[in-house]
């Protein structure tokens, strides 16, 4: 994933819920992902039609680690996820299609904690809507890439 942007726009119209643990042995799991209860009571991603939000966790203090994968220095450990009605922009990485939908697609959950254009399962209800496109620049600053501008609505109950 070289486009692996994720970033809340709405702070103060989201939910921010760290009281849920990751799954003992997740990986690759990345922020702007979409989490779910794969299994037990432990947040993974989401598989299903019914994702509760999307991962939102920064690298804490107390960590050392050389990845972004969230399950390398989290496993069995609580996770931040935002989840409510928000604006964000999510770079192609966070789309199954690895690039970013057109102004107007409705967002469904897809497979491996992905968004989708494509509703994969019958009756799944649309977690979000494309309203934006916006140019973000590269972290080792060589370029640019675009995201979308994405008005989310999660938890599906």
């Known amino acids: ?5 994720f970033n809340v726009l709405t702070p103060d119209q989201a939910i ?8 003992s042995g997740s990986d690759a799991v990345y922020r702007g992902m979409l989490a779910g209860w794969p299994s037990g009571g432990s947040l993974g991603t ?10 939102y ?16 220095y989290l496993d069995g450990k609580e996770v931040g996820v935002v989840t409510g009605k928000y604006l964000s922009l999510c770079g192609p990485d ?4 690895g690039s970013i939908p057109s102004v107007g697609a409705k967002l469904y959950a897809g497979t491996a904690g992905l968004l989708d ?9 649309s977690i979000g809507k494309v309203v ?12 640019s890439f675009s995201a979308a501008q994405c008005l989310m609505d999660l938890p599906v109950l």
Do not use: I
């Not at 598989?47 to 509760?52: D, E, I, K």
């Not at 254009?117 to 209800?125: I, K, R």
């Open 1 to 5: 994933m070289t486009n692996r942007y």
């Open 16 to 23: 921010f819920d760290g009281v849920n643990k990751l799954n």
């Open 46 to 55: 989401s598989t299903g039609s019914a994702p509760y939000g999307q991962f």
């Open 57 to 72: 966790d920064y690298l804490r203090n107390e960590e050392y680690v050389a990845t972004e994968d969230l399950g390398d």
């Open 94 to 97: 966070c789309f199954a299609a």
């Open 117 to 125: 254009v494509n509703q994969n399962w019958d009756g799944a209800a």
């Open 132 to 143: 934006g496109h916006y140019t973000v620049a590269d972290a080792a600053g060589a370029g």
